[in-house]
């Protein structure tokens, strides 16, 4: 009965031992790839992303178009375009996008700075602004905010706020780096 035992357990420690399922490979990369960096988790899984892998010595285009009813019963819309010029950054990488129409704000992943600036069209209409404290219609600047509560005010085209129609949009507006931005109320 013990042989037996002991049997059983050995046969048991052979067949963990020998399981496929363990990943003790080694893994490498052929010399002729291009490794591209991965951008962090989105801080908030709630929010939706958007992303795309950009060449930075070709540029490209990353568009957002959506609109959704919120938990209030809101339609909220919004409406994103970057605009990444040819030799903006070296290499390749995947930039993340995550409008939050809610918030009034984007943030840009993962964090990096540009040789020339990208332009930003970003739109947000159905949004109860006054309830995020935007008391009139007319210009608001469009800023970047880090993550010590100081604010940095952002070039562009136009950037305004129109509380009868709930929308708020910023054109062209010129960004050096990625980070967190939106609007100074």
């Known amino acids: ?3 037996s035992i002991l049997l059983f357990l050995l046969v048991g420690i052979t067949f963990l031992g020998c399981n496929d399922n363990l990943d ?13 960096e ?3 988790v989105p801080e908030n899984p709630t929010i939706v992303s958007v992303s795309k892998l950009i060449d930075g010595k070709k540029g490209g285009w990353i568009e957002w178009d959506t609109s959704y009813v919120n938990g209030n019963g809101r339609e909220i819309y919004s409406s994103m375009s970057l605009r990444i010029p040819r030799n903006a950054f070296q290499g390749t990488r995947e930039i993340v ?7 009034t704000t984007i943030q840009f992943f993962p964090e990096m700075a540009f040789k020339k600036p990208l332009k930003l069209y970003y739109e947000v209409w159905g949004v109860d602004l006054q309830a995020l404290g935007y008391l009139t219609s007319g210009r608001y ?3 970047y905010f880090d993550d010590y509560g100081n604010v940095e005010l ?18 062209n507006a010129k960004l050096y780096h990625f980070s967190k931005y939106g609007w100074v109320r």
């Open 24 to 36: 003790n490979s080694i893994v490498t990369t052929p010399n002729n790839s291009k490794l591209i």
């Open 1 to 3: 009965m013990k042989k």
């Open 38 to 40: 991965q951008p962090p």
């Open 154 to 171: 952002i070039s562009s085209k136009q950037s305004s706020v129109d509380i009868h129609n709930n929308k708020i949009r910023v054109l």
């Open 141 to 143: 600047d469009f800023a």
């Open 97 to 103: 996008i995550q409008p939050n129409p809610e918030e």
